[in-house]
């Protein structure tokens, strides 16, 4: 689908990355279309998945979540099944808020958002008690320097 985007549709996509918020007249009238043009867009653009979806951000610190941690995983255990039990007991922590299976030293990186080292221990305790790993080990944010949704159209 990528080569079916255009300037007009990578216009629309920086747009709505911005704020979704925006009326299809607000947008047709950012992008200088017509309400129609920028309706058949948006449509396509959902159509073929590429909008996934509209969410509002919202500020973690404002609602108390001051701790970022990224959590490495080593495994001895490579299984599909392993890695099923690991996935579905991961989906059920709220507080994991990215998950990736990795290349190189560490197998999988989770991102977790919590209030502070005892809540990231009550994560922690959870984790252990469900799957069994050959390493895990916790990196603490001290600072959070760069954080966007927006891809760089």
Known sequence: MTENIDDLDRRLLIALQRDATLSLDALAEQLSVSTNTCWRRVKRLE????????????????????????????????????????????????????FYRMAGDVDYLLKVLCRDVSDYDRIYKTLIRETEFADISATFAMECIKNTTELPL
Do not use: C, M
């Open 47 to 98: 159509d073929a998945g590429i909008i996934l979806r509209r969410v509002s951000i919202v500020d973690p610190a404002a609602l108390g979540f001051n701790q970022t941690v990224f959590i490495s995983v080593k495994t001895r255990d490579h299984s599909q099944d392993w890695l099923d039990r690991f996935a579905k007991t991961v989906s059920r922590i709220p507080d994991v808020v990215e």
